[in-house]
Nanobody, 115 residues
Framework: QVQLVESGGNLVQPGGSLRLSCAAS????????MGWYRQAPGKQREFVVS???????NYADSVRGRFTISRGNGENTVNLRMNSLKPEDTAVYYC?????????WGQGTQVTVSS
């Protein structure tokens, strides 16, 4: 059974930084695409960033220049460096792994940006 586990969420002040990590286990395949979505209270889940197994990245306009995604050392791991955080970045961040027609999700990690 595929399982994605996120870590690194926390409370941080505006302008601060956080690093999120995600690791997929229980797979017999390499995720074609991994990435992050987020969902703020009362809002729909929205795309944040993705990275292909070839290293191509795609960022939402709202985070471009502040967030950086990278592949981790292990297979099916991904990191998200978030700088210059804003209160509007507050959300539950979900990691995803795409393989063929399937999308797998983690349980999410809470990021709160507040003074």
């Amino acid at each position: 059974q595929v399982q994605l586990v996120e870590s690194g969420g926390n409370l941080v002040q505006p302008g601060g930084s956080l690093r999120l990590s995600c690791a997929a286990s229980g797979t017999s395949f390499s995720c074609n695409v991994m990435g992050w979505y987020r969902q703020a209270p009362g809002k729909q889940r929205e795309f944040v960033v993705s990275i292909t197994n070839g290293g191509s990245t795609n960022y939402a306009d709202s985070v471009r220049g502040r967030f950086t995604i990278s592949r981790g050392n292990g297979e099916n791991t991904v990191n998200l460096r978030m700088n210059s955080l804003k209160p509007e970045d507050t959300a539950v961040y979900y990691c995803n792994c795409d393989y063929r027609w399937m999308r797998y999700w983690g349980q999410g990690t809470q990021v709160t940006v507040s003074s």
